[in-house]
């Protein structure tokens, strides 16, 4: 089971909903991720390098019908930090249904 832990680099809203969107599949092009949040190129770029840095996100270039593609996926790593991070909200959710 994994330990329930807030995790500040994965809270905002935007690297929440990535790794969200990361942990159902192996992987996701850049663009199919920028789409499905609704955001900008720049505001994806970013999010990811922050995410990338701690370790949670990996970054892979492939090239296709001669067009280079970039494709994320969350590390072993980073699928345990969203599931500490899950556990930990679930846990904060349970406290306020409680009250």
Known sequence: MTEARFDEIIH?????????????SDSMAFSAVQETLGISDSVLS????ILQRAGYLT?????????????LSLSSSGREALAGHLAELRRIADLADSA
């Open 12 to 24: 905002p809203a935007n690297r929440l909903q990535i790794c969200a969107i990361l942990a159902a």
């Open 59 to 71: 970054v892979t270039k492939k090239t296709s019908n001669s067009h280079l593609r970039t494709w």
């Open 46 to 49: 970013k999010q990811v390098k």
